[in-house]
Nanobody, 125 residues
Framework: VQLQASGGGFVQAGGSLRLSCATS????????VGWFRQAPGREREFVAG????????FYADLLKGRFTISRDNAKNTVYLQMDNLKPEDTAVYYC???????????????????WGQGTQVTVSS
């Protein structure tokens, strides 16, 4: 599956952005789709994920409440709504997909086989 992330940009602290992850030529059916982010000099970390078929949603504990993941079945797209953004949210955000996810690994970047190109989010103070 090919993934295309978009929606990044520059925003002031307290602002919002909505990222999109779309797939072309295939469906997310049966996949787990995750959002990850990587700031300069830091490891890529899990943000949020959704199991497309069951709609089970899971978040990184520290981001729950500000970030919301959702899906649009008709558009075959996963969204990440980010509210009350902080400068420490500045990173490149990636969407990733896995067709063979096990629950215990769903927050682990190594469990995702397919990755989009990333979209830059910059939050100014």
């Amino acid at each position: 599956v090919q993934l295309q992330a978009s929606g990044g940009g520059f925003v002031q602290a307290g602002g919002s952005l909505r990222l999109s992850c779309a797939t072309s030529g295939s469906s997310f059916r049966g996949y787990t789709v995750g959002w990850f982010r990587q700031a300069p000099g830091r490891e890529r970390e899990f943000v949020a994920g959704i199991a497309w078929s069951t709609r089970v949603i899971f978040y990184a504990d520290l981001l729950k409440g500000r970030f919301t993941i959702s899906r649009d079945n008709a558009k075959n797209t996963v969204y990440l709504q980010m509210d009350n953004l902080k400068p420490e949210d500045t990173a490149v955000y990636y969407c990733a997909g896995s067709g063979t996810m096990i629950v215990s690994a769903r927050r682990n970047r190594d469990a995702y086989a397919y990755w989009g190109q990333g979209t830059q989010v910059t939050v100014s103070s």
